[in-house]
């Protein structure tokens, strides 16, 4: 370590002095509160944009504190939401509420990383933790469709706030106390307003596009506004940032631009399939909220597969095949909805369908963390893990936006849903198929074989970790110990 004053001291250690009964009742709660993301899709695009700076706000506040803050929000927001009068009012609290979502996403894998050693515990996990979400998704429909069958189905967002208090209230009076890894250091609070507004307003562009029309004015002015700030946020964070949440040579790494591209065609393929599974079975097809959540069961027991899978694969194959695999899943996936009849059994294509795009998430999720922890240096571990939670969510909800503006435009022309539908699900193919030829091309990265931790993961320059962070060299895990003696 360098002298006190002008230097910076990371805390850095990864051992744990927690019992292995409370780390793993932590990192259990952990995982559970992030089911209380219930209704997630409905706040993907703020919950998306602030997980970019939600892992430099817990390495200078901690980890903890910054995810019991973001839990606060979904319980206060969603105890809002119940009473909220009307409709513009409703979207605005369910955007703040994924603030919350944002805040709690990489910080709770901070925690992950810190709590668990690299290894097949580790892998597990991550991989649990990557499906909280999906399977959150599916809770939230079983939820609803409880909900909806009384008058008072506002309700919901009570019982989703007192979930959430119980569990978060857990977690506070379970955590030791914590020392922030970069405690007094400072946060690029320009770079970040620029960077949030740029991808909010992007993504809200291309969301309001299918509604408003790309003839719309302020469309075309915002999207414009968008390109502009970002620009004006990487010449920022290049020149001008002494403490940049993205230093923009990030992106010299080894591997590391062609596997974002990967991670957002996939992601925005799967967001596309899982929507328009859902319209397919709603609008075309009849079912209500409850019986919709009752054919969408099978994704549970195959995100949990799809965790032991690359909990399994991992130290045995390179990780650009794991994505590759996973990203092959949701291409099929898509295809199987896109080539179904209007109304045919639900075993014939739905069905697996489901079931095979299950596995998409944590195979990509789990593996892209692998690689983006092996692709960048030591200091940008931290933002590595950031930019593939960000990605994670944003391509979510961006393939949204331009499935949305593909299916209007096709309905001026030709007023068929079925002909809408269709065209969206083969885009979802085709962002599938460019994902996989990237991945191919140019992703590379060696298996992970490690158990444990590295001796050298006991360096002090180290700084946090917001994704998984396993090595095969192990020397750039950069796992801090927030956790004092």
């Known amino acids: 370590m360098g002298p006190q004053g002008s230097t910076r001291i990371f805390h850095a250690e990864p051992a744990s002095t927690l019992k292995k009964s409370a780390r793993v009742l932590i990192t259990t709660l952990v995982i559970f509160a992030s089911l209380t993301q219930v209704n997630q899709i409905v706040f993907r695009l703020t919950q998306s944009t602030f997980v970019l700076i939600s892992g430099r706000l817990g390495a200078v506040y901690g980890h903890q504190q910054v995810l019991l803050f973001g839990g606060v929000i979904i319980a206060v927001f969603s105890l809002i939401n119940?009473?909220?009068?009307?409709?513009?009012?409703?979207?605005?609290?369910?955007?703040?509420?994924?603030?919350?979502?944002?805040?709690?996403?990489p910080n709770a894998v901070a925690m992950i990383t810190i709590m668990v050693p690299p290894g097949r515990t580790r892998n597990l996990s991550?991989?649990?933790?990557?499906?909280?979400?999906?399977?959150?998704?599916?809770?939230?429909?079983?939820?609803?469709?409880?909900?909806?069958?009384?008058?008072?189905?506002?309700?919901?967002?009570?019982?989703?706030?007192?979930?959430?208090?119980?569990?978060?209230?857990?977690?506070?009076?379970?955590?030791?106390?914590?020392?922030?890894?970069?405690?007094?250091?400072?946060?690029?609070?320009?770079?970040?307003?620029?960077?949030?507004?740029?991808?909010?307003?992007?993504n809200f562009v291309w969301n309001q596009a299918?509604?408003?029309?790309?003839?719309?004015?302020?469309?075309?002015?915002?999207?414009?506004?968008?390109?502009?700030?970002?620009?004006?946020?990487?010449?920022?964070?290049?020149y001008v940032a002494r403490d940049p949440i993205m230093p923009v040579t990030i992106f010299k790494a080894p591997t590391f631009t062609a596997l974002l591209f990967v991670v957002l065609l996939s992601y925005m393929s799967f967001g596309i399939s899982l929507w328009y599974m859902i319209a397919w079975e709603q609008i075309l097809r009849g079912l209500d909220v409850m019986q919709l959540a009752i054919i969408?069961?099978?994704?549970?027991?195959?995100?949990?597969?799809?965790?032991?899978?690359?909990?399994?694969?991992?130290?045995?194959?390179?990780?650009?095949?794991?994505v590759a695999l996973g990203v092959i899943f949701v291409l099929i996936s898509n295809l199987l909805l896109a080539t179904m009849p209007v109304h045919q059994t639900y075993w014939a294509q739905t069905f697996p369908a489901i079931i095979v795009g299950s596995m998409c998430p944590d195979l990509v999720y789990v593996a892209a963390q692998v690689i983006a922890s092996n692709s960048v240096s030591r200091k940008q571990q931290g933002?590595?893990?950031?930019?593939?939670?960000?990605?994670?969510?944003?391509?979510?909800?961006?393939?949204?936006?331009?499935?949305?503006?593909?299916?209007?435009?096709?309905?001026?022309?030709?007023?068929?849903?079925?002909?809408?539908?269709?065209?969206?699900?083969?885009?979802?193919?085709?962002?599938?198929?460019?994902?996989?030829?990237?991945?191919?091309?140019?992703?590379?990265?060696?298996?992970?074989?490690?158990?444990?931790?590295?001796?050298?993961?006991?360096?002090?320059?180290?700084?946090p970790v917001v994704g998984a962070t396993m090595r095969t060299d192990g020397a750039a895990t950069g796992v801090e110990n927030t956790i004092a003696a």
């Open 296 to 322: 969408w069961t099978p994704f549970v027991p195959g995100s949990v597969i799809a965790v032991f899978a690359a909990a399994w694969l991992i130290p045995r194959i390179a990780a650009q095949y794991i």
């Open 82 to 105: 119940a009473f909220t009068p009307t409709y513009n009012s409703f979207v605005a609290v369910r955007a703040l509420t994924g603030v919350g979502g944002g805040l709690i996403m």
């Open 126 to 202: 991550m991989g649990f933790f990557a499906a909280a979400a999906p399977v959150g998704g599916w809770v939230g429909a079983i939820i609803s469709g409880l909900f909806m069958k009384i008058e008072k189905w506002q309700m919901m967002f009570v019982f989703i706030a007192g979930l959430s208090a119980l569990l978060f209230g857990l977690l506070f009076l379970l955590l030791p106390r914590e020392v922030p890894v970069d405690k007094g250091g400072k946060i690029d609070y320009p770079g970040a307003g620029l960077g949030l507004s740029s991808l909010l307003l992007f």
């Open 210 to 238: 299918p509604s408003a029309g790309w003839s719309t004015p302020y469309e075309i002015a915002l999207l414009v506004l968008s390109a502009v700030l970002f620009c004006t946020f990487l010449a920022w964070e290049k």
């Open 383 to 463: 933002i590595a893990g950031s930019l593939i939670g960000t990605l994670n969510l944003y391509g979510n909800s961006l393939g949204l936006g331009f499935a949305g503006t593909i299916e209007t435009q096709l309905l001026e022309q030709r007023e068929d849903k079925v002909y809408g539908y269709r065209a969206v699900l083969f885009f979802g193919v085709a962002l599938a198929l460019a994902g996989l030829i990237l991945d191919f091309i140019f992703v590379r990265m060696p298996k992970d074989e490690r158990e444990g931790w590295d001796p050298d993961d006991q360096g002090a320059e180290d700084i």
